[in-house]
């Protein structure tokens, strides 16, 4: 599926895989995402992009999140206590373990952060969606409402201005002290 790729600037997608990841998955998700959201011109192409890669690095944290409890799973040494009708002493006693993750002495740093950089590419992701659909709809984007905010006379043409100086005249107040006869 990627020979036939329409991924922008011929981008090659071995600078955004580690290790072990398959590149082509990456090409899929993208086409994918194109596919299914049917991006119709430039800057909602890089939206739909920014999607599918923010989604990609989101899935690789899960990964790593897993590996994490994957590894600290197989220090798990059950105690095996059971009680006097044959269930377990101590229910939960697993999750107890992978739970002891979070512990300074263990992996707590690196759970942390991964939960940080999940959210991060989760926020990414759905600004990207926001914008798109923002796009979709035909309704300015957040940042030209900004910029009419800050420029007051930008919602008026020359012509209207125009228009309005021409209209208005000038008469003297009726308190005024000059009489015309």
Not at 141 to 166: G, M, R
């Amino acid at each position: 599926m990627l020979q036939n790729s329409r991924i922008p600037f011929q981008a090659d997608l071995r600078d955004l895989v580690i290790g072990p990841e398959i590149k082509h998955r990456l090409g899929d998700l993208i086409e994918t995402a194109r596919l299914s959201l049917k991006p119709r011109d430039f800057a909602e192409n890089c939206l739909v992009d920014e999607m599918a890669i923010s989604k990609w690095r989101g899935i690789r944290t899960k990964i790593m999140e897993k590996a994490v409890y994957d590894h600290q799973a197989t220090t798990y040494r059950p105690r095996g206590l059971k009680t006097t009708d044959g269930t377990d002493a101590e229910p939960y006693e697993d999750m107890y373990h992978l739970a002891c993750a979070h512990s300074p002495e263990a992996s707590r740093i690196v759970l942390t952060a991964l939960g940080r950089l999940e959210t991060r590419y989760y926020r990414h992701f759905c600004g990207s969606f926001r914008l798109l659909l923002t796009a979709r709809r035909g309704t300015p984007l957040p940042l030209t409402d900004l910029e009419q905010a800050l420029h007051p006379l930008s919602n008026f043409t020359p012509k209207k201005v125009k228009e309005e100086k021409e209209n208005t005249t000038c008469e003297p107040s009726p308190n005024s002290s000059h009489t015309t006869k």
